[in-house]
């Protein structure tokens, strides 16, 4: 949210109109910065026109305003010419435009190299592991196999077949 001010001064006669230095003294005067205030010259009249993005900063603005217009001379001392009046002209809340929503999302941070290093260990491992498996579970089915077949024919308890002897 931001807040607009302005006010009106009216320069007394002679007064030498320097836009850079009354701009550079009227935000001095009422606690803003340079670059938001603003200054259009019309004759005699000077247009000031504050935006702060803060209510303690309008609140600020009003209360130098109020009390510039009740007496000029203050005025005229913190801008430095001869001022015959003063009159704050409107204070406005103006609300922020928002951001047009984004049409892509920004890239994810790229993943920790911890990260990676643990992916590739775990891999590795587990393979090695598949690998292990893989030849006991080839050997138990071979002994398997192989006590059928030595085992055909024969009952439970019997001797093993005889050999032949040369």
Do not use: H
């Given at each position: 949210?931001?807040?607009v001010?302005?006010?009106?001064?009216t320069?007394?006669?002679?007064a030498?109109?320097?836009?850079?230095?009354?701009?550079?003294?009227f935000a001095?005067?009422v606690?803003?910065?340079?670059?938001?205030?603003?200054?259009t010259?019309?004759?005699?009249?000077l247009?000031?026109?504050?935006?702060t993005?803060?209510?303690?900063?309008?609140?600020?603005?009003?209360?130098?305003?109020?009390a510039?217009?009740?007496?000029g001379?203050?005025?005229?001392?913190?801008?430095?010419?001869?001022?015959?009046?003063?009159?704050?002209?409107?204070?406005?809340?103006?609300?922020?435009p928002?951001?047009p929503?984004?049409?892509?999302?920004?890239?994810?941070?790229?993943?920790?190299?911890?990260?990676?290093?643990g992916?590739?260990?775990?891999?590795v491992?587990?393979?090695?592991?598949?690998?292990?498996?893989?030849?006991?579970?080839?050997?138990?089915?071979?002994?398997?196999?192989k006590e059928?077949?030595?085992?055909?024919?024969?009952a439970?308890?019997d001797?093993?077949?005889?050999?032949?002897s040369?």
């Open positions: 949210m931001a807040f001010a302005k006010t009106q001064l320069a007394g006669s002679g030498t109109i320097d836009e850079a230095a009354l701009v550079s003294k001095q005067a606690g803003a910065a340079e670059k938001d205030v603003s200054l010259v019309t004759g005699d009249k247009t000031f026109e504050v935006v993005m803060s209510a303690i900063g309008k609140e600020s603005f009003e209360a130098a305003m109020t510039w217009s009740e007496d001379d203050l005025a005229g001392e913190a801008l430095e010419i001869p001022v015959d009046g003063v009159e704050l002209q409107e204070t406005e809340t103006r609300m922020q928002s951001p929503p984004s049409l892509w999302n920004p890239p994810s941070a790229p993943p920790k190299a911890d990260a990676a290093i992916a590739i260990i775990g891999g491992v587990g393979g090695i592991v598949v690998v292990i498996l893989g030849v006991f579970g080839a050997m138990y089915c071979m002994k398997k196999k059928k077949q030595l085992g055909k024919g024969a439970k308890g001797a093993p077949p005889p050999t032949a040369v």
